[in-house]
């Protein structure tokens, strides 16, 4: 055992609550270390070659220390991130508030899944301060070159025709510099024409439209939490380690918790390690803040379980995937060109409101999306009959042009035919989400984390998003495809919530609405497990403003103690 220093507050996590609540508390004055299980990820460092991403996956013990991390449970299958910046390193930017009226107040006793103790007044300046660090801006379609991006425009009016609310998100990609039109690939500068530093100490672009976001974008163009709550954590004193996975955690005696963590040296990337024999670092804190995201915070929590016996019950309760599901539109009519890898991953959405707003039903809204040119080329290697079929008749036609010795030498027109209308751009990705039902439970067998959750309690739901998705492709004269696995009763989610739900009382959540957790003063839990239900957009923002909320209260009580 290694022991270590005293720190004001210990963050386990820096994804959307960890990073929020890292700034806030360092700025504030107080000695905050942030542990980070993965590696902090420059632009040009995210994987791309067939080889890089092989061993692009987070497992240690078989030298693993890349960036996606995928959970699998028998009713859904999770990708999360393991890196400086968590998930938004690998999101699509998407920043949305949670509609105002599905902050729901269900009551248990009479059936309901969900009860928010927040309300979308107390959130909204906490909303503005985070969009505020974030500076998001949408989409610039309508200037040039961005007003000929073939997926925004074909979904856009795909959508009017199939009489849905269409409109431009915020996104948290920075298109154009301050004051200053939006140019694909220029470096990104403050107002006074600076570069803006970060802590990587690198040079970002402004976002070159390659549809990279989900992968990592090494440009630089996404706003990702390294490059603003991390970066002015860091310059307020915070101390961030990388590469420590955090084992356990307990309260202290006389007051306040120690946290053990583990150390993953860049040496042993790509090597098998025995990582139950890592040697332990012990750190000691006040406060503990609990932000290793929806399935690290619960299993952590499930795992120290006996080091806190007061823990509410309802550890593990009101998992929700966010209503996600993927659905495909292809083979758009003709030579329709659709280009899913012209703009970032997602430019534009759709809304279909909740009965509680005007609608039917459970609300949601599906989003278009794109990826890499480097899927493209997977698409259409993956479509080699149809190619093969498109080369055969080249060679046929040359064929006969040297048999009937035509003197034509260009070859332009028989080329272009070859490459014509390929598959890859008549294709569009659509992303649902919305108000599912939440009554996951996790749980520990055998030291693994389980999930029970099944399609049953959400499957009108689910019909319903599956039936715009479908009127969409048929207005884009395409045929529609739901994910696969969804013949296997399993979705896909990237917005897993809950799991430490907050509540009115114990008996209700693991934390109250500040995000302390009942009977435990000083430990915290910040993140998308603190979700009752589902937030219903993405919910990125609402995790970061929800931890802003929580700052506030650790931050205005470390004021009470320290007046004299």
Not at 92 to 116: C, H, M, Q, S, T
Not at 376 to 394: D, I, K, S
């Amino acid at each position: 055992m290694i022991s270590g220093e005293h720190f004001a507050a210990v963050v386990i996590g820096s994804g959307f609550g960890g990073s929020v609540m890292a700034y806030r508390l360092a700025d504030a004055g107080l000695k905050v270390c942030v542990l980070e299980r993965g590696k902090p990820y420059p632009p040009g460092s995210f994987a791309r070659t067939p080889a890089d991403m092989s061993t692009n996956f987070w497992n240690p013990s078989e030298g693993g220390q890349g960036l996606f991390s995928v959970w699998s449970f028998p009713g859904i299958e999770s990708v999360v991130s393991a890196g400086l910046g968590g998930g938004s390193l690998i999101y699509a930017n998407v920043l949305i508030r949670k509609d105002e009226k599905w902050f729901v107040k269900e009551d248990p006793a009479a059936g309901g899944f969900e009860y928010w103790p927040v309300t979308r007044q107390d959130l909204d300046p906490h909303y503005d301060r985070v969009e505020a660090k974030l500076l998001p801006q949408t989409y610039p379609v309508n200037q040039s070159p961005y007003d000929s991006t073939p997926k925004t425009i074909a979904f856009r009016a795909a959508a009017a025709k199939a009489g849905l609310q269409w409109f431009l998100p915020n996104l948290a990609v920075t298109f154009a510099n301050p004051g200053r039109p939006a140019v694909p690939g220029e470096p990104i500068v403050d107002g006074n024409g600076r570069p803006l530093a970060n802590l990587h100490g690198r040079t970002r672009y402004t976002c070159r439209l390659v549809g990279e976001c989900d992968v990592g974008c090494n440009y630089g163009s996404k706003n990702s939490l390294d490059y603003n709550y991390l970066t002015d954590a860091k310059n307020q004193g915070a101390e961030i380690r990388t590469r420590s996975e955090v084992r356990s955690f307990a309260p202290k005696d006389g007051g306040g918790y120690w946290v053990r963590y583990v150390e993953h040296h860049p040496e042993n990337e790509n090597v098998k390690t025995e990582t139950s024999t890592l040697p332990e670092v012990e750190l000691t804190t006040d406060r503990l803040i609990v932000s290793a995201g929806v399935f690290g915070s619960t299993f952590l929590l499930l795992k120290n379980r006996g080091s806190f016996p007061h823990l509410s019950p309802t550890l593990g309760t009101h998992f929700s995937g966010n209503g996600d599901l993927l659905g495909f539109a292809h083979r758009s009519r003709g030579d329709r060109n659709l280009d899913p890898m012209q703009g970032p991953v997602i430019t534009s959405t759709v809304r279909v409101p909740d009965e509680l707003d005007g609608g039917v039903g459970r609300g949601f809204y599906v989003q278009e999306g794109g990826f890499p040119q480097f899927v493209g080329w997977m698409l259409e290697a993956a479509n080699t009959p149809h190619q093969f079929l498109r080369v055969a008749q080249f060679l046929v036609n040359q064929a006969e042009a040297a048999i009937e010795d035509s003197p034509q030498s260009v070859l332009n027109g028989e080329l272009e035919a070859l490459l014509k209308a390929p598959d890859s751009a008549r294709v569009m990705l659509m992303l649902g989400m919305g108000r599912d039902v939440p009554n996951g439970i996790m749980s520990l067998r055998d030291r693994w984390l389980q999930l029970d959750w099944t399609l049953t309690a959400s499957r009108t739901y689910y019909d319903r998003v599956q039936a715009t998705m479908a009127a969409i492709a048929a207005e884009l004269g395409a045929d529609f495809t739901i994910n696969p696995l969804w013949y296997l009763r399993k979705v896909i989610t990237v917005h897993g919530l809950g799991g430490c739900p907050m509540g009115r009382d114990e008996n209700e959540g693991v934390v109250d609405s500040n995000g302390a957790v009942f009977n435990y003063p000083g430990l915290y839990v910040a993140d998308g497990s603190v979700m009752p239900g589902p937030v219903g957009p993405n919910p990125s923002l609402t995790i970061a403003a929800l931890a802003d909320r929580f700052a506030d209260g650790i931050v205005d009580s470390a004021a009470q103690i320290s007046r004299p």
